[in-house]
């Protein structure tokens, strides 16, 4: 009796122990299938007239998007904490600054987009944005390097 016994335990705290795991796979295989809060940056324009849209999501998870052809990448997870805070940031230099305009062969972008809508800062130099707007995107750029 004791032998079935530690066996359905041992079965039973295994089966506990694998459930509790964190999974490392994506949540969204598709970017285009997620819904919620996201910063987008990125760039298009040039002879091609392509572009690639780097996205955040919320949890961390971290995808590109090109144009021309359209093919969309998974690219790994990063801290999901740093990531809410940088979409909110996002969100408060899309507010403050709005559409900004210059003349250039490259234009360059912000986005917060909460899901439904999205609101956008373009300009079409990399000297153009105001200071605040360059050191977040040096500090997106920088989260970027902490892709696992």
Request: hydrophobic residues 40%; proline residues 3%; glycine residues 8%.
């Amino acid at each position: 009796m004791k032998n079935p016994f530690c066996t359905l335990l041992l079965i039973a705290s295994v089966a506990v122990a694998v459930a509790s795991c964190k999974s490392t796979s994506a949540l969204f295989i598709k970017l285009s299938d997620y819904k919620g809060q996201r910063l987008e940056y990125g760039s298009q324009g040039g002879i091609t007239g392509g572009g690639t849209t780097i996205s955040i999501i919320e949890n961390g998870q971290i995808f590109s998007t090109t144009t021309n052809p359209e093919v969309e990448y998974y690219h790994g997870q990063a801290n999901a904490k740093e990531a809410a805070a940088l979409i909110a940031e996002a969100m408060a230099i899309v507010d403050k600054h709005g559409e900004m305009t210059g003349s250039g062969n490259m234009t360059y972008y912000l986005v917060y987009n909460d899901g439904a809508t999205s609101r956008r800062i373009t300009w079409a130099s990399e000297a153009f944005p105001p200071a605040d707007v360059k050191a977040f995107t040096a500090k997106v750029e920088q989260y970027l390097r902490s892709v696992k």
